[in-house]
């Protein structure tokens, strides 16, 4: 095991305040005591690696990073269950995902051990910031990016991992209530061969443009289609879809399939495995076109649409909009199976139901 050295912060909030905070933490507003620092030169491979203060960090203007964009990071949550440990759901898809990323960007590849051990060493210092309330989490971001200083285009030679840490409360303020979405036309968020399947921040910044249009047409959220046809649909944001066709016994579950511009959701994975196999919902990978999702709610063979990711968990459809028409989910709410997977996965997640896949690690 990696030993990490720990600064203990001498601007710590008072334990009235960090109370005050995580009885209404919002999502990625307030941020703990510490953060983890690790830092890597080709020469001397991963050092340095501490808990510190959380704190503004100072880098040269001609910082790789800033200009070349390599920047990668992660999402993930920590709960406290009922017995008191903090524990934190499938890291190990995480840190190999960080890993994926980084190889796509030309970065160094942090070895899973020490990236878990980088989440345990966190929670050792900051864990009296989990919130106790199961509907709450301490949301953790790892993130890495280049530090070499030079204008010279290439992989960079230095790098600096960092995490972050902060208490989340609902990531949609209305809750589950059902989000409306905007088909944008205009813009894809990646291509195959592209960047799509990395969690890079230029994934990102390069989204936010079309999540304004979105906002202007009076939607929640954007949903972004494929680059060469602009018929496929492909994620909601950040965020992977799933399309509930028919009902009760007989429904089907299909999300579109990783042909390389779609992330691989941790959330993602975890729907299609509890599913199948723990509640005996059939599911598939299958394109699913802008034609078949109007047409199937229209005839109402599709029943039910859901985003799922880390921040939101699973967040129900409810309305779609776009330059050739608009259209309901079945009638605009919640159905049953989003329902039932939402909480179910949040079962798991908070300690309420049993971890039969395994899938939570304990932290602290």
């Given at each position: 095991?990696?030993?990490?050295?720990?600064?203990?912060?001498?601007?710590?909030?008072?334990?009235?305040?960090?109370?005050?905070?995580?009885?209404?933490?919002?999502?990625g507003r307030h941020f703990t005591d510490h953060m983890v620092s690790i830092r890597y030169h080709d020469?001397?491979?991963?050092?340095?690696?501490?808990?510190?203060?959380?704190?503004?960090?100072?880098?040269?203007?001609?910082?790789?990073f800033i200009h070349y964009g390599q920047s990668i990071f992660e999402g993930m949550k920590a709960y406290r269950h009922a017995d008191g440990h903090i524990r934190t759901f499938?890291?190990?898809?995480?840190?190999?995902?960080?890993?994926?990323?980084?190889?796509?960007?030309?970065?160094?590849?942090?070895?899973?051990?020490?990236?878990?051990?980088?989440?345990?060493?966190?929670?050792?210092?900051?864990?009296d910031w989990v919130p106790?309330?199961?509907?709450?989490?301490?949301?953790?971001?790892?993130?890495?990016?280049?530090t070499e200083v030079g204008l010279g285009v290439k992989p960079a030679n230095e790098y600096q991992y960092l995490l972050i840490?902060?208490?989340?409360?609902?990531y949609f303020p209305r809750g589950v209530a059902p989000v409306s979405v905007w088909l944008t036309p205009d813009y894809v968020r990646a291509?195959?061969?592209?960047?799509?399947?990395?969690?890079?921040?230029?994934?990102?910044?390069?989204?936010?443009?079309?999540q304004a249009e979105a906002s202007l047409h009076g939607c929640d959220?954007?949903?972004?289609?494929?680059?060469?046809?602009?018929?496929?649909?492909?994620?909601?944001?950040?965020?992977?879809?799933f399309f509930v066709f028919g009902t009760g016994d007989s429904a089907r579950l299909i999300t579109p399939p990783l042909t390389g511009s779609l992330l691989p959701g941790v959330t993602r994975d975890s729907i299609l495995i509890m599913a199948q196999q723990d509640l005996g919902i059939q599911v598939s990978e299958e394109p699913i076109s802008v034609d078949q999702w109007k047409a199937g709610c229209e005839s109402g063979e599709i029943s039910e649409?859901?985003?799922?990711?880390?921040?939101?968990?699973?967040?129900?459809?409810?309305?779609?909009?776009?330059?050739?028409?608009?259209?309901?989910?079945?009638?605009?709410?919640?159905?049953?199976?989003?329902?039932?997977?939402?909480?179910?996965?949040?079962g798991v997640q908070s300690g309420r139901l049993p971890d039969k896949h395994a899938w939570m690690f304990e932290l602290a």
């Open positions: 095991m990696t030993t990490f050295t720990v600064q203990r912060s001498a601007g710590a909030v008072s334990a009235d305040q960090r109370r005050a905070i995580l009885e209404d933490p919002g999502f020469q001397r491979g991963w050092y340095e690696p501490s808990v510190v203060p959380y704190g503004p960090i100072s880098l040269d203007p001609a910082t790789n499938r890291p190990l898809r995480n840190a190999h995902r960080f890993r994926s990323s980084a190889r796509r960007l030309a970065m160094p590849e942090m070895p899973a051990e020490l990236f878990i051990e980088s989440l345990v060493q966190l929670a050792a210092v900051d864990g106790s309330d199961p509907e709450k989490s301490l949301y953790l971001r790892p993130f890495m990016f280049s840490a902060s208490p989340a409360g609902a291509a195959v061969g592209g960047t799509g399947e990395a969690k890079c921040a230029g994934n990102y910044a390069a989204s936010l443009i079309a959220q954007v949903v972004w289609l494929d680059a060469k046809e602009h018929e496929w649909v492909e994620e909601m944001g950040g965020m992977n879809l649409v859901f985003a799922c990711g880390t921040a939101a968990v699973v967040t129900p459809v409810g309305q779609v909009k776009s330059r050739v028409g608009s259209w309901t989910v079945a009638e605009g709410g919640a159905g049953p199976i989003t329902m039932q997977l939402r909480d179910s996965l949040l």
